[in-house]
């Protein structure tokens, strides 16, 4: 039986129409391909991707907001309490309080902020959300939850155990939980708050180390 030769482009609306895409079909292949989606048409959302369009974790976020590759909402890998050494513990508490989500945190603090449990020497205090200089954006009420944990990570482990390595995690679970965040979004508000995401975790990256 003699086969078929359709353009890319024809096949591609035909397998559409019958509910199934080409493969890769779905996945832009830059970060221009979403400066004129109508989803990003607003000011934050447009400085965005003119300030970090070349850096690749943008375009990742973009694609996990449209859905174009897998969410990756994981946390990091956080020690065990033992119950044999204080300081272990106290530090292990806090990194799954820090690297933790929000709920997690959530539910810490409304059990133990500023009682002295359940170890001491621990720095419940907060401050919300700075957004990313030069960019105008909101989001500061939305990433608020966020920020709490984000606060929390960098306000004790800067006292137990100040590395660099510490505050990367600390930033990476912040965007995890931002990401999150958005997630919850209906879906025409989900690309341009994953694309505030990445701007709040660049500015942490770059100009966080003072505050931790």
Same mark, same amino acid.
């Given at each position: ?21 080409? !493969?890769? *079909? ?48 994981? %946390? !990091? ?7 044999? $050494? ?31 449990? !359940? ?7 907060? $401050? ?63 690309? *341009? ?12 990256? %770059? ?6």
């Amino acid at each position: 039986m003699r086969s078929l030769l359709l353009p890319a482009a024809l096949l591609s609306l035909t397998l559409m129409a019958c509910g199934q895409t080409t !493969p890769n *079909a779905s996945v832009s292949t830059g970060i221009d391909a979403y400066a004129q989606r109508p989803e990003l048409q607003n000011a934050g959302s447009q400085a965005i991707l003119e300030k970090y369009g070349n850096l690749p974790g943008l375009l990742e976020a973009l694609q996990e907001a449209y859905g174009e590759r897998p969410a990756d909402l994981s %946390l !990091p890998a956080t020690p065990t309490i033992t119950g044999l $050494d204080l300081a272990s513990d106290r530090l292990a508490y806090i990194k799954r309080t820090g690297w933790g989500s929000v709920n997690n945190y959530t539910s810490q603090y409304a059990a133990y902020a500023f009682t002295g449990y !359940p170890y001491p020497g621990l720095d419940w205090g907060r $401050d919300g959300c700075s957004a990313p200089d030069g960019l105008g954006l909101g989001y500061r009420e939305d990433f608020r939850p966020a920020c709490n944990v984000h606060d929390f990570g960098y306000r004790n482990l800067k006292v137990y155990q100040r590395t660099d390595a510490n505050r990367q995690t600390t930033d990476e679970a912040f965007y995890t939980n931002m990401k999150a965040i958005c997630a919850a979004k209906s879906w025409y508000k989900r690309p *341009a708050c994953y694309s505030a995401a990445f701007a709040y975790y660049e500015a942490v990256r %770059l100009r966080g180390g003072g505050s931790f």
